[in-house]
């Protein structure tokens, strides 16, 4: 059943930080490895969203775990469409960037934009998506797996509806 999303009230401490964050303008940072259509990587970039591409960087030929190490050494947000990315016994959350993995269905430009809702979080707050985070995101609703500095992890499957950010709860 979708609920709609109820967030905890913010410690003053993470409200001085995200302040801060505004303050310096910050923009989400992305690497776009070879799976990642042409066609999303210039969506993603009208939005004003800094973009490199492996193909620009000449790494399209490397394999997954470099196209990994490489957004983690530079705290890119890694957006794939490789769903080999979302296998935690490969890719393990404790070693890994922020890992988007999207479906595009068709293709199509408006279902591209669809499956992008799950990255209004990113945009506003593009700090806290530096590590330890994955997220596969479809054109009606994503699943986020983040891992906390507790080392605990939490999943949560959400979606924008009718304009509210709605939680899938069993």
């Known amino acids: 059943m979708w609920i709609d999303f109820k967030t905890d009230v913010p410690k003053p401490k993470e409200v001085q930080q995200v302040i801060s964050y505004f303050k310096r303008k910050a923009k989400a940072r992305f690497y776009a490895d070879h799976n990642f259509p042409e ?19 000449g790494l399209s030929r490397h394999s997954d775990k470099d196209q990994l ?8 947000i890694l ?10 016994r490969r890719y393990p ?20 934009k669809q499956a992008f809702q799950c990255l209004a979080t990113v945009f506003r707050t593009p700090q806290f998506f530096d590590k330890w985070c ?11 797996l983040f891992r906390h500095l ?12 009718q304009g509210k950010l709605q939680e899938w709860v069993a």
Not at 69 to 76: D, E, K, P, Q, V
Not at 79 to 88: G, H, I, M, N, S
Not at 134 to 144: G, L, M, S
Request: charged share 30%.
């Open 39 to 57: 066609q999303a990587v210039n969506l993603l970039r009208a939005t004003g969203a800094k973009v490199q591409t492996s193909y620009q960087l």
């Open 69 to 76: 190490a490489y957004a983690l050494r530079h705290g890119l």
């Open 79 to 88: 957006v794939t469409c490789d769903r080999d990315f979302l296998d935690e």
């Open 93 to 112: 959350l404790v070693s890994c960037p922020a890992i988007f993995v999207f479906d595009f269905g068709s293709g199509s430009a408006e279902e591209m």
């Open 134 to 144: 994955k997220v596969d995101a479809k054109r009606d609703c994503w699943t986020e």
């Open 150 to 161: 507790d080392g605990t992890t939490s999943r949560k499957r959400l979606r924008l509806w």
